[in-house]
């Protein structure tokens, strides 16, 4: 019995010794993962001057998740933070890496109080990325009816229906536009420091609507050209009070004074008399009007007006009527913006008015 009493006894000392070695490897590495998973502040991340200017930011992003994570370095396996989604923040992106963007963040909106961090692509969405998908067209700010204003109505539904299409709809459609486009007329002429109406009898000087001087001296009168059907000759002006572009039409048959204008690009309809246009609002969204012209007095009444929130417009003169009820204009997300060599994604609508909406 002692033979084997020794045997047990040997053994036992030998097991003993192989759990010492593992119950260390388990400390260690214990010890590593506490080291990883080290709370992480506001406190951890570069402290920066903030953004004074946003015309300094390359590009925004924008996200739609309800909490986001600020990453130390660009790096998935490093320390970061999770905060909860604020509308009310900006995130500005300054570089691009393979799977992140890194920004300047000012804690509680404070620019003195500002950091770099690293974000996931995955979890936002850069200006230049942004696309119509999942925007709600239809929603408006305000529009008008002929004289009735409506600001309670928040959707476009009420006047027609509005929907993106492609690009080779767009194009195809294009071919087949219905408004008359405007086309030069050679009695228009820049003299001095005034444009004139010149025929063979006389010169008639067109007196501008807002007369602008720059500092180099040239005129910020540019002349756009005439619709024929409407005797109107069209120009495009700057205010010198804002940063506003206008389109001001002119009749120079009797006399070459202001007669009306558009805040965008205009396009007619020359068997209705109507004057549309569509441009970005200086505040939020896109203008869309249409106003029908009064030959007798050279003035309009105003049919429609709606400001669109959710769209920029990418090329105003680019938008035509394919039929007086259908409407093709090409626009940017609301927040859209290039950056570094990166272009906005163009997107292209339709808008549809109602039967007998006039």
């Known amino acids: 019995m002692k033979p084997i009493y020794q045997f047990f006894l040997s053994s036992t000392v030998v097991l003993m010794g ?13 010890s590593k993962t506490e080291i990883t998973q080290k709370t992480i502040t506001f406190a951890d ?11 300094d930011v390359p590009f925004q992003l924008f996200t739609k998740l309800d909490s986001v994570q600020f990453f130390v370095s660009p790096n998935k396996e490093a320390g970061h933070l999770k905060i909860a989604y604020n509308k009310l923040d900006n995130y500005y992106g300054f570089e691009e890496f393979d799977d992140f ?23 936002f969405t850069a200006s230049f990325d942004l696309t119509l998908n999942g925007v709600d067209l239809y929603q408006i700010r305000s529009s008008t009816l002929k004289k009735s204003q409506d600001l309670k109505n928040k959707s476009f539904s009420k006047y027609g229906t509005i929907t993106e299409v492609s690009e080779q709809e767009f194009t195809a459609a294009s071919k087949n536009r219905i408004d008359e486009v405007l086309v030069k007329n050679p009695q228009i002429k820049l003299k001095g420091n005034n444009w004139i109406s010149a025929d063979n009898t006389k010169e008639t000087v067109i007196t501008q609507h807002e007369n602008v001087s720059t500092e180099d001296g040239t005129l910020s009168n540019e002349y756009i050209g005439q619709f024929p059907s409407l005797h109107l000759e069209v120009f495009k002006e700057n205010s010198a009070e804002t940063i506003d572009t206008y389109y001001s039409f002119y009749y120079v048959k009797s006399t070459a004074d202001f007669a009306l204008f558009t805040g965008g690009y205009p396009q007619i309809l020359p068997g209705k008399n109507r004057i ?22 050279h003035n309009q009444e105003n049919l429609l007006y709606v400001n669109f929130t959710n769209f920029k417009i990418a090329n105003e003169a680019a938008a035509f009527w394919k039929d007086d009820k259908t ?25 549809q008015l109602k039967d007998n909406l006039f």
């Not at 192989?18 to 214990?30: D, G, V």
């Not at 441009?279 to 030959?295: A, C, K, L, P, R």
């Not at 272009?343 to 808008?351: H, L, V, Y």
Request: glycine share 4%; net charge positive.
């Open 101 to 123: 963007y890194s920004i300047h963040y000012s804690i509680n909106n404070t620019i003195s109080n500002s950091i770099e961090a690293f974000v996931l692509k995955s979890e």
């Open 45 to 55: 991340f570069k402290k920066i001057k903030g953004v004074d200017n946003v015309q």
């Open 327 to 351: 409407f093709y204009a090409e626009v940017y997300p609301v927040n859209s913006a290039s950056s570094q060599g990166k272009k906005q994604k163009t997107a292209f609508i339709k808008i």
């Open 18 to 30: 192989c759990n010492t070695p593992q119950s260390k490897t388990s400390e260690t590495s214990k």
């Open 276 to 297: 549309s246009s569509i441009s970005s609002n200086s505040d939020v969204g896109s203008n869309f009007e249409i106003n029908q012209y009064v030959e007798q007095s």
